[in-house]
């Protein structure tokens, strides 16, 4: 069965930068997978920040994290992390990351494509 954990969470100041960890365990390589990295915030529906396809790696952001975000892949680690620079307070929700094995991800800052999920990791952002 496929965990992934996420991680790295906590409470920062405006303008530092965090790093989340996506994790995968059991025999589940997620390298395999497209992973999307998701956030709510309170109140709000559920947005796509980020994802790395499956296929050729190529990499999504949403605009409201774009230019100050970096996805990335340690194969080595099982593991996708999601950097954040220059982080404000409205980047401030609950950060998850979801895996999804189809062969294409059609729409991968969609959460409709994904079928597995992680527990979230909470990112403050104090001004």
């Known amino acids: 069965q496929l965990h992934l954990v996420a991680s790295g969470g906590g409470l920062v100041q405006l303008g530092e930068s965090l790093t989340l960890a996506c994790a995968g365990s059991?025999?589940?390589?997620?390298?395999?997978?497209?992973i999307g990295w998701f956030r709510q915030a309170p109140g709000k529906e559920r947005e796509g920040v980020s994802a790395?396809?499956?296929?050729?790696?190529?990499?999504y952001y949403s605009d409201s994290v774009k230019g100050r975000a970096t996805i990335s892949r340690d194969s080595a680690k099982n593991t996708v992390y999601l950097q954040i620079n220059n982080l404000k307070p409205e980047d401030t929700a609950v950060y998850s990351c979801?895996?999804?094995?189809?062969?294409?991800?059609?729409?991968?800052?969609?959460?409709?494509?994904?079928?597995?999920w992680g527990q979230g990791t909470q990112v403050t952002v104090s001004s």
């Open positions: 979801a895996a999804d094995w189809d062969l294409t991800t059609v729409a991968p800052l969609f959460d409709y494509e994904y079928d597995y």
């Open positions: 059991g025999s589940y390589i997620l390298d395999d997978a497209t």
């Open positions: 790395i396809s499956r296929s050729d790696g190529t990499t």
